[in-house]
């Protein structure tokens, strides 16, 4: 089955497609319009735009937290419209995602946090704890794995959250302005973390209003103005 998927996403061209997507909350007025582009496998793009533009909601289409007021949402190459429960949880599994506000788990050290998806599939820990420990060495944060999030710093926990988000082997990464709380120095050693995740093989989609960022790593930048996407390529 998952071979299967994959030659669709292959055969489609794109991990995510949108056709014509439209998306409003309730009675309110459509937030996103008309909206269409897709992401390849192994790419590495910007989700950009002013504040309130629309980024967060684009993103919780992309994780099927929201469904579309109107067009397709097409993941994996397959139409999210028509897919039963399981296939959903399946298809989110292959999706890592950093929240803007992180949620880590309070209660929880940095190690089990970054270990959790793994414990809720249920794996032992003797066969992951290598792979969580050599996980936060890269995030620089081998230091910090028994700390909780309160005494943590917010670049520690941004990158405890990318952790996190990335233990799974996700093919799609989405981040919500993961540099929004961090420094200029911190910020450019996040985007390299990104860019050798994407070397590694997965789609990264990284939303931001940070220009400074943008430049420092040319490519394509999805555009939101007003509800309505372009792409620059
Ligand atoms: N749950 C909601 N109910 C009603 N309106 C919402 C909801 N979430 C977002 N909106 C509205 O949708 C629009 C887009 O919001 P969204 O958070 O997607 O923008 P954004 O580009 O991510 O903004 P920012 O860069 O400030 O995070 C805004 O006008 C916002 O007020």
Redesign the pocket.
């Known amino acids: 089955m998952a071979a299967e998927i994959r030659n669709a996403a292959r055969r489609d061209g794109g991990l995510v497609r949108f056709e014509n997507v439209g998306l409003r909350?309730?009675m309110?007025?459509e937030?996103?319009k008309d909206i269409n582009f897709s992401i390849a496998p192994r790419s590495f793009q910007y989700l950009t735009?002013?504040?309130?533009?629309?980024?967060?909601?684009?993103?919780?289409l992309v994780l099927m937290a929201l469904k579309p007021t109107r067009g397709l949402v097409n993941l994996f190459g397959q139409d999210v419209s028509r897919l039963d429960a399981t296939t959903l949880t399946g298809f989110r599994r292959r999706m890592g995602v950093v929240f803007?506000d992180f949620r880590l788990l309070d209660h929880l050290t940095l190690y089990e946090n970054v270990a959790l998806p793994l414990r809720v599939l249920g794996k032992e820990e003797t066969s992951y704890r290598a792979e969580v420990v050599e996980l936060l060495r890269w995030v620089g944060l081998g230091e910090r794995m028994h700390a909780v999030p309160p005494v943590l710093s917010g670049g520690e926990k941004q990158r405890a959250a990318i952790a996190r988000a990335l233990i799974s082997r996700p093919e799609l990464l989405l981040a919500?302005?993961p540099t929004g709380n961090v420094d200029p120095g911190l910020g450019r050693r996040l985007l390299r973390l990104f860019m050798e995740l994407q070397s590694l093989g997965t789609a990264v989609v990284i939303?931001t209003?940070d220009l400074a960022l943008m430049e420092l790593y040319d490519a394509p930048r999805l555009v939101?103005v007003d509800?309505h996407l372009h792409v620059d390529a």
Do not use: C, F, M, N
């Not at 309130?52 to 909601?57: I, L, P, R, V, W």
């Open positions: 909350y309730g309110g007025p937030v996103l735009g002013p504040s309130g533009a629309g980024k967060t909601t684009l993103i919780r803007q919500d302005e939303a209003h939101l509800g």
